[in-house]
């Protein structure tokens, strides 16, 4: 078996390879746009193809990332990569916590998770 067979599929490839070769070839600002509304574009995709339920739920997290990266750089001249780091942990703190609010709430039977 190839390595592109056990690849998902040919449009991930492409995908991947354009991200790969996007920073060489357009300004760094419009590179980090499309990776960003990739990035919001292929959760959706996962979700819907994949499990079969739309939920906007991940855009929270990535705006909160989005905005932490963003009041870092502005604000405190912090450099691109670690407030990309900044901005996961923040994003991953925030699901953490909404997380546990909802085990909490539906161990005590104040609301019902449907699937």
Do not use: H, K
């Amino acid at each position: 078996m190839g390595a592109l067979e056990r690849f998902p599929n040919l449009a991930t490839a492409i995908v991947l390879a354009t991200l790969l070769v996007l920073p060489l070839t357009v300004p760094a600002t419009l590179a980090s746009q499309i990776a960003i509304f990739a990035t919001g574009a292929l959760s959706v995709a996962l979700l819907l193809g994949a499990v079969g339920l739309l939920s906007f739920g991940q855009g929270l997290y990535l705006g909160v990332g989005a905005y932490v990266c963003g009041i870092l750089v502005r604000d405190t001249g912090m450099g691109l990569i670690p407030a990309l780091g900044m901005a996961a942990l923040s994003g991953a703190a925030l699901a953490g916590l909404v997380g546990s609010v909802i085990v909490l709430l539906s161990i005590r039977g104040l609301i019902r998770a449907t699937g």
